[in-house]
Each structure stands twice: as C-alpha cells, then as structure tokens.
C-alpha cells in the first residue's frame, strides 16, 4: 500500500459564502451614510454661500436706492423705470420700502417691516430675515441722513430665497455625482485590497496543503500577518490535540499487544494440547485453562479500554457535574458486597451516608473506585477485611481504601500506579493497570494518590484526596 501524498487544494464551493462580498456589506452602509451626510454638508455650504453671493446683490440693490434717494428721486414714488430694475426679477419676488423715521413711508412696499436694528451708520448694513404672507424673505438695510435734525431715512430692499435655494441645489446636484463616484471608487480599491490581501495566506494555506498525513508539527509562522496569528495559533493549538490524540492511540496499540499476547499464546497452545490430545480430561484441563486466560484477557481488555477512556478525558472537571460523592461511593461498595460474601471478604465502609458534594465526572470516579476496592479483592487475603472511608476536611475529600492482605514493600510505593507494574514476586492474576488507572483519574479531578501501611500494620492502604469544587 503506497502512503498517501499531499492533499490538494480543494475548490471553492460555488454556494461559500465571500469574504470579500461580507467586507463590501460591512462597508457599503457607513460609506453611503458618509455619502448622505457629506451630501447634506454641502447643500448647508452651498446655501451659505449662495446666501452671501445675493445677499451682496441684495445690498448693491439697497446701495443704488440709497443714491436715489441721496440724489433726491426718491423722496417721492420712485419713477416707473428705477421701481422696474429693483423689483423685475423671474425668478424671486423683490419688494423694497424708503421710511423717514418722522414722516413714516415714503415710498415702496408698506409691507416690507423695519429692520429689527438700525446700522450704526450709513456706510453700513444690517440684513434681516422677514416674513410676507406666508414667504420668508431675505432684507438688506441701509440709512443716510435726512434734511431734518434728528431724522433719518431708512432704505430696504428684500427678496424671497427662491434663487439661493436652486442655487444651492445645482451645486449639490453637480457635487453629488463626484461624491458617489468616490464612493464606488473606495469600494473597488478595497475590493482590490481584499484580493491583495488576502493573497497573504497563501502561504500559510500552501504550507498546511503541503503537509505529510502524519506531519502534525506546529506551523511556520514566520512572515503571517499579526491579524493571521490568531488563526496559525489556533491550527497549531488543534495539531497539538492531534498529536496527542495520535500518541494516545499508539500507546493504546502498543499497551493492548503488550497485555494481550500472552493470553492469545496461552489460548493457542491450549487449544492445541486439547487438539493433540483428544482424552477428556486433558480436553477438560485445556478448558480450564481457556477459561481463566479468556476471563485475563477480557479483564485486561476492559482494564486498557478503561485507560484509554480516562486519558481521553483531557480535562474531567470542566464537563464536570455536581454530585454527591458519599452517595457514589456507598453504592459502588454496595455493588462488590456480593462478590466479597462469596470470597468471605469483610466488605465495609466507613463515612457519611451523603452529603458530601462535589462537582466531577461521575463515571470516571466509580471506575476509580471499583478499580480501587478491585485491587484490594484481588491481592488482599481471602476471608480478611477490606475498608472503604470517606472523609472531608477543610480542603479535600479523603478517600480510602486499605485492606489487611500482605501488603507492597515500602521501596516500591512510587512505583505503584505506573503502567503494567506488578510487585514482584506476586501470585495473583492481574494486569497492572488498576492503580495507574486510579491515577489518573484522580489527576483529571485535580487529585492526588497516596499508598502506605494499613490501619492494622498490615495490608496496603491507598488514600486519594480530592480538592473540593
């Protein structure tokens, strides 16, 4: 079978939704927004200077009917011709008044009001905003002495904004097509922009395409944008799960052809002798041998399976759930109650019927705990006493375990616990996984596993203290 080489790179699917297209949604809104705001800016600065541009039209109008009337033509109607140059207009309605602050109108429009204010002098103008049945009109005003001490003559020339506001308009109308045509530049520039940019993983995408089946080494960063980072962490972050998940089923391969050969061989060669030797009570011996290394093997199995479970349990507390540890505890006793009458073992416990809470994975802590009193069973001494205690303190749990067997020599405590370790010299059938199991477990919980001497002297006591949640 020839190893697979690199992936390729797959085609985009047609349906994939488009970074590019979600960018241009994104930035569409705010740019037409800033497009409409901008639009009314410039129609408010259109129509300010609109408004100076006839508001000087306005005063060159108040300024020539000054002169007339300087000039002594309008100190009565004006004639037929000036009173046409100041009011003919297509487009505006213009109305103007001449007042003497004494003799009242002298000539123009009654309707048009004084000014709110008076200039200060005659060189100067004052402009008010007025409104003439129902028009808002726009009024420039302006002064010059009167023949009379203490009187004055008061010229004003007003017109409606009609002209400002087309003007206004037309400025608008002849900016906006500029404005939205910048608007469809910028986004084709960060259409554009997005392409360049996004060129930048390629890279990084041919590095990963590139890669080897069972190449699960962290990723070369070297030259990946800041903004990318993230991303390469996280692809590396997941190929050091990988990683570990692949090392996990090794060892799980290496540790099941470790426990297993044996019983398979003994199965073999037993399965021969009753072949070779057809006599029934070779064939019976044969079977009896079957049966013990088939219920070994099954028991490694379930053992190893057991391992494999809680090393997959990466971390046991963060899917913990709240439970009750005593109750747990008092049931998995219960269940072995059977099993130690028929081996005349004195099963007991010894703590609170509940209420110890805590938060865990429940599974995990009663095959910590059947693999717990197991061991005890198992190398403990037919028709002694076996001890299950629970205890809380002001930091842990402290659970126990000790039986009154021949017990594991103190030089040999810190090797308990390690993968396949039997203590030498051991006649009983096991496969030196319960305890590294118990380990384990513990430590998904936060836990910490402690061996020594039974309460009798005698014996092994295992205690596992457990931080309280």
């Given at each position: 079978m020839t190893e697979a080489?690199p992936a390729r790179?797959?085609p985009?699917p047609?349906?994939?939704?488009?970074l590019r297209?979600?960018?241009?949604?994104?930035l569409a809104p705010p740019?037409?927004?800033?497009l409409a705001?901008?639009?009314?800016?410039?129609?408010?600065l259109?129509?300010r200077y609109a408004?100076?541009?006839y508001?000087?039209?306005?005063?060159?109008?108040?300024?020539a009917?000054?002169?007339?009337?300087q000039?002594?033509?309008a100190?009565?109607?004006l004639?037929?011709?000036?009173?046409?140059?100041?009011?003919?207009?297509t487009?505006d309605r213009?109305?103007?008044?001449?007042?003497?602050?004494?003799?009242?109108?002298?000539s123009?429009?009654a309707?048009?009001p004084?000014?709110a204010m008076l200039p200060?002098?005659?060189?100067?103008?004052?402009?008010d905003d007025?409104?003439?049945g129902?028009?808002v009109?726009r009024?420039?005003?302006?002064t010059?002495g009167?023949g009379?001490?203490?009187?004055?003559i008061v010229?004003s020339?007003?017109?409606?904004l009609?002209?400002?506001q087309i003007?206004?308009r037309?400025?608008?109308?002849?900016t906006?097509p500029?404005?939205?045509a910048?608007?469809l530049?910028a986004?084709?520039?960060?259409?554009l922009?997005?392409g360049r940019g996004?060129?930048l993983l390629?890279?990084l995408?041919a590095?990963?395409?590139a890669?080897?089946?069972?190449?699960?080494?962290?990723?070369?960063?070297a030259?990946?944008?800041?903004?990318?980072l993230?991303l390469a962490?996280?692809?590396?972050?997941l190929?050091?799960?990988?990683?570990?998940?692949?090392?996990?089923?090794?060892r799980?391969?290496a540790?099941?052809?470790?426990?297993l050969?044996?019983?398979?061989?003994?199965?073999?060669?037993?399965?021969e002798?009753?072949?070779?030797?057809p006599?029934p009570?070779?064939v019976?011996?044969?079977?009896?041998h079957?049966?013990r290394?088939?219920?070994?093997a099954?028991?490694a199995?379930?053992?190893?399976?057991a391992?494999a479970?809680t090393?997959?349990h990466?971390?046991?507390?963060?899917?913990?759930?709240?439970l009750d540890?005593?109750a747990?505890?008092?049931?998995c006793?219960?269940?072995?109650v059977?099993?130690a009458?028929?081996r005349?073992?004195?099963?007991?416990?010894?703590?609170?019927a509940?209420g110890?809470?805590?938060?865990?994975?429940?599974?995990?802590?009663r095959e910590?705990l059947?693999n717990?009193v197991d061991?005890?069973?198992?190398?403990?001494?037919?028709?002694?006493?076996?001890?299950?205690?629970?205890?809380?303190?002001?930091?842990?749990?402290?659970?126990w375990?000790e039986?009154?067997?021949?017990?594991?020599p103190?030089?040999?405590?810190?090797r308990l616990?390690?993968?396949?370790?039997?203590v030498?010299?051991?006649a009983?059938?096991?496969?030196?996984l319960g305890?590294?199991?118990?380990r384990?477990i513990?430590?998904?919980?936060g836990?910490?596993?402690?061996?020594?001497v039974g309460?009798?002297g005698?014996?092994?006591?295992v205690?596992?203290?457990?931080?309280q949640?």
């Open positions: 080489g790179a797959q985009m047609s349906d994939a939704p488009s297209r979600r960018l241009l949604a994104l740019l037409f927004l800033i705001i901008g639009a009314l800016a410039a129609y408010g259109a129509l408004g100076h541009v508001d000087r039209w306005l005063l060159d109008s108040a300024r009917l000054q002169k007339l009337v000039s002594g033509e100190r009565g109607e004639n037929p011709q000036a009173r046409l140059l100041i009011e003919f207009d487009e213009s109305l103007f008044a001449v007042r003497s602050l004494r003799h009242g109108l002298l123009g429009d309707s048009v004084m000014p200060a002098r005659d060189d100067r103008a004052v402009f007025i409104r003439i129902g028009h009109l009024m420039a005003t302006v010059l009167a009379e001490p203490g009187d004055r010229v020339v007003a017109e409606t009609h002209k400002r003007l206004a037309e400025i608008l109308l002849g906006l500029i404005e939205l910048l608007v530049l986004l084709g520039v960060v259409w922009s997005i996004l060129r390629d890279p995408v590095q990963v395409g890669r080897n089946p069972r190449d699960l080494a962290a990723l070369d960063t030259g990946v944008p800041a903004e990318i993230p962490r996280t692809i590396d972050a190929l050091a799960r990988l990683r570990e998940m692949v090392r996990l089923q090794e799980f391969i540790d099941a052809a470790h426990q050969r044996t019983p398979l061989a003994g199965l073999r060669l037993q399965a002798r009753a072949l070779a030797d006599r009570e070779t019976r011996d044969a079977l009896g079957i049966e290394l088939a219920e070994g099954g028991r199995a379930g053992q190893l399976l391992l479970r090393q997959a990466e971390r046991a507390i963060a899917v913990a759930e709240p540890l005593a747990l505890v008092r049931e006793v219960a269940e072995r059977p099993e009458l028929a005349q073992i004195d099963l007991g416990y010894v703590g609170p509940e110890v809470p805590m938060r865990g994975d429940a599974v995990l802590l910590m059947c717990l061991n005890a069973m198992r190398y403990g001494r037919d028709g002694g006493q076996i001890t299950v205690g629970l205890q809380r303190d002001a930091e842990a749990d402290a659970l375990v039986d009154d067997g021949p017990g594991v103190a030089e040999l405590w810190l616990g390690e993968r396949f370790f039997r030498p010299g051991t009983r059938e096991g496969s030196g305890l590294a199991i118990v384990e513990a430590a998904r919980h836990g910490r596993v402690r061996f020594g309460s009798t005698t014996g092994l006591r205690d596992v203290r457990l931080p949640t």
